[in-house]
């Protein structure tokens, strides 16, 4: 077991998390008979893209010991801006796209230089971030919604390929290519180090400044990337989207195993953890519970479902 | 006592284990151990690293279950569930990795678990000047424990277990940061404790301590209990090869040739370190002696870029980023708080500081090359067990200082910075150790190397610094003698 | 002017409503926004009778919430306006509204008219317990009950939220093989219901509230059914002139209502 | 100055962010005649009354080394609790009161339960908790706001002693015995001790799990206590109060000092903190900052307060 690769590592490691979610679809297999359609897994991996790609990026945040409570409004300020390009200033589509994931990453990286470099709190860096980005998507919009985009966005965000919907792809490509980085590169190793352990890090050489200040920029890439699956999506962009995805993100990643105070962890967990959290809100969906219980309903189930793993993991999260 | 059957027999056992076993699930840390210690006894447990020692005080103390076998305490057997169950039974440990809480004072360490409801900490400050006292330790009791050095923090955990007034007392590696000096008052206090009928477990990887102090010896050997004797009816040589299973020679260092190479020139200064220079020549290794509290560690930390004013050859030292781009690397002195990632793997640490030279295409890790170059350090410091994919925290803490070491040395520096190298280490894998820092030097490496045990600087050192007060009192050059270096650092001779 | 949020688009078209209409008359029009937050609210009516202002018109985030607040207002003699939602206490010069209630029931007549009595109806609801919510439920419910061959068939939260109004609608298309019409308490929840159907192809009926830019666009070109139409820059308007009017001849003696008219916002040209 | 007092060594250790306040204050005093009158001070306390009470509560949970969500939700549930049972169970309003209270500490312990004995993460167990208490908050009102409230609560908000409104006086009871409990009781310094090194608490013989237990409960209780002031305040009770109310507070605390890797910090920079966020939304209400861009203020200016902080202070936060 010790010697197992990373990725199968993590999923043992979340083992009893698998377990839950297992479960959790057997039940609503057995009440609903629409539950376990094709169409429907595949409507509830479409669902749980746009947190998933936002929860990657945080989970990089997170195992560096940080937080990233600005993505909801980065999702929105990114959103807008590829918008507002993409219906004003007649850039080309491609062109629209990389300006808005060089935007995030850029903002991201904003914060990432105020984290590692000014010191502040994560949580104070990125609330401020939080406002400070939703303000300015309200700003720019003069807080109106923008439609009328280019035909890109909606094959964008209905489009399928080999079968599959697009924004499930690129959620699959954010998850492997962070995968690789926090697995197979010298920065992710560095990754896990500072979170662990900053001051063993800055010991061994490590550039503790330049690490942390990447997995913000990282998490701002992420957020982009998100900001654009949803704007094709809605085909639509609004500057009131992705409130409180931030706490859906969190949740993503700590329900996956990875621990707040970082350097422990991993992308796989995040990915089981959305899933989670996507077949609750889907299976509530279906089974029409109201509104007012839904609530309920929810946290009960996360809860079971984290002590299931506790129940049967070995190391806690 | 009364029954005529045992009049003269030996009193009874404060404690008795019985065939106790510990699995760390798929490992068995101890298999089957017994072991007892009476009132008024000083009971040594030796072993190598990863034997078994603190996980079966681990047991007794409380801390964590035996996962079979009995423990009778006064002859009482029970079953703790928690470390105050321990203490209530008249039980405290001195632990090896130390359980304080930084952000708390000293007095309040000193009485952490046992406070009063309501903490006055005028009282609590006054309440602990008596027992700072008996150790020696001159720092005020309102202090944040954060600040203090390791070697302070190690006589401040001395101090709380001292203040606890119990039936049995375990020392866990107690003297592993403290000099000749703190040893010898330990010693006494020990002493007292043993008159008034306390039972001592005593737990060293310094033969001379235990040959010292210690009545009788016990030692594990991978979980097994291997030898109980007295220790009068053993020699340093029984006892080590119970140990180890074989001779260990000791380590006896050849001087080393001089290179022709010029000297590193560093200068130094501020935070508590009287200014001041020394050079290190490439081949050469130095040694820093001193008390606890005098300023050796602080000298190395210093020279590293982490706080005072340092400059090597004019250039100054600005940061460890710096003082590593400029050829320098350290094995801090608290391998936990600055050592260690003690989440990632024995192979992640070790490699930690190596990562440029294992990248491949500009940032992928060659997961080949990283695996050789883990299991080299793992083979040439004898890690037990020998596993690259551990987890760190999981290791024993002689082992967890091994890998510390290992990281240094993997990074081959033009100036190795060591801090209590050994800290913990077993005879064994000490001269290990040893060895690779006497090639390192043969190789042109400037070494300097700060250590509380006499022994070692003795037998590493060209030239050894001794510290008092943040100043270098004097420096002896070889050959080197024990009673005369003790004598120094403690202050008993002054040269002028 | 305290308003509750200018996160939605409707209360920015109060807010520019309310600018307007100062301009005209020469008025200074401070306006705060609470963030959709009751505490912030009372604060920010403290701050503004802090700051001294003529006359005070809010637009409660909670209509019980607001009340010691529009009571301070009171005892310093400040009259009080309130815009949009009702307040339940203290003394008010005038309540300029439109009538969720009726709104709400409006589109529920509009759907039942237009599936002829029979068919299976989704409500996707608004913030659980939020006024707007709670009243444009009622009233939708209300004209489902006397609509007897329509059922309500799935009722869903999506918060006033179009991504949410996406995934929610996304959801129940795959719980119910039947659905005729859908009905959300706001044109954002609207959109996003209306994306998911044009995804799947299915053919449903969308009534959304607001009658936002973008839903009014949808409902032209024929893909949402209709929206009912709040007139929010007239409520900002009227609430201004409201208080030109106690500036000119003082506070009237009990509380004037001012209802601003609803409209159901439909296209022929799609029928 | 290590044998300065609990609160004065804190405060000194929050010069710069005392230092940031008072350039804050003199800022606003000289753009806006009206900010430093008594009125407007007191105006301000109020205001951050209920924020301040929590986040006492919860400067003693991320001491702990935990978080609390649940705040904004248990303050929403435990208000609608006391106005129903104020106005339909016909009970006298001390009993109304204590009742309120020992829910809201009942309701924290039990999150504090899960967190402490079944060892799941503090984020996941209040999370649930956040949407668990929501959830019964709107089933027991039908989601509707309670009024008609007996007098004694809308003295309790607007009621004044010696001069000071009562939340005032509230809030400063709240203060002193946080900070008592804090500094001069056993279990305060072991929260601290758990906070920083829970290993090494446990092997000091620490009851960890009974201490982080209380922790939650406190947080409990202390919200319990702001949900009665902020009934009172508002003359009813809303279901959905207290929404975000837990990014408020964990706000005051950080930027207040405390760590949120827990073992650091205290009561009185959270004070600090609470009112920096009020003076900054009082301020930007008295300029008559547009809303669009008094969030872009807000996080500016707390971001650049935090700076002025890490600048002055010596060590981080
Ligand atoms: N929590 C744990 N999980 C897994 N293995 C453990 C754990 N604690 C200890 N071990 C293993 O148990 C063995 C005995 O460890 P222990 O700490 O008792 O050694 P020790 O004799 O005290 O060594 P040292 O001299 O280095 O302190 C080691 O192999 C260690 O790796
Ligand atoms: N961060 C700090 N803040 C305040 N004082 C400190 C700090 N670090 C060390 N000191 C003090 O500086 C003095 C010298 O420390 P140093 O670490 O050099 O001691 P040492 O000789 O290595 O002793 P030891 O063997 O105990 O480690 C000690 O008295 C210690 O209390
Ligand atoms: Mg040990
Ligand atoms: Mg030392």
New binding site residues.
Partial sequence: MSQAPGRWRELIARFGLLLALVVMVIVLASISDRFLTTSNIINVLRQISVNAIIAFGMTVVIIGAGIDLSVGSLLALVGVSAALLATGAGLPVWLVVVIAVVLGLLLGLVNGLFVGYAGVAPFIVTLAGLTIFRGAALVLTDGRPISGLPPFFSRLGYGTFLGLPLPIWIMFGVLLLTFVLLRHTALGRAIYAVGGNREAARLSGIPVRRVLAFTYAFSGFATAIAAIVLTGRLNSAQPTAGQAFELDAIAAVVVGGTSLAGGRGGVWGTLIGALIIGVINNGMNLLNVSSFYQQIVKGGVILAALLLDRALSRREG | MSDPATAGAPPAPLLEMRNVTKRFGAFEALKGVDFDLYPGEVHALLGENGAGKSTLMKIVAGVQPATSGTLRVGGEEVAFRGVGDAQAHGVAMVYQELALATDLSVAENLFLGRLEPFVSHRRLAERARPLLEQVDLD?PPLTPL??????????VEIARALGQERRVLVFDEPTA???SAETERLFGLIRRLKERGVGIVYISHRLEEVFAIADRVTVLRDGRRVLTAPLAELTPDDVVRAMVGREVLRFQREPTVRAAAPPFRFEYGG???APGAIELRPGEIVGAA??????????L?TLFGL?GEARLDGARVASPADAIAKGMFLVP?DRKLAGLVLDLSVRENLTLAILPRLVRAGMFLDRRQEGQEARRWIERLHLRPPEPEKPVVELSGGNQQKVVVGKALATGPRVLLL??PTRGVDVGARSEIYRVIDELAREGMAILV?S?DTEELVGLADRLLV?RH?RVAVELTRPLDDKEVVAHVTGARQVA | LSLSTLNNPFFVEVRDGAQQAADELGFELIVTDAQDSVSNQISNIEDLLQRGVDVLIVNATDSDAVVPAVMEANSRGVPVIAVDRGINGGTLAYFIASDNLAGGRMAGEFICERLGGQGAVVELEGIPGASAARERGQGFNEAMAACEGVQVVARQTANFNRAEGLSVMENILVAQPEIDAVFAHNDEMALGALQAIQASGRDILVVGFDATDDAVAAVEACTMAATVAQQPALLGAEAVRAAGTIVNEGAPAEVQNVAVELQLVTSEACQ
């Fill in positions: 720092v954060g600040a203090l050095a390791v070697g302070e923090q190690q006589l940061a403290l000099s935070d508590g370190l001193g008390v606890v509290g005098s300023g050796r560690n602080k000298l930390a706080g002195e801090d209590e700060a509380s510290f943040g």
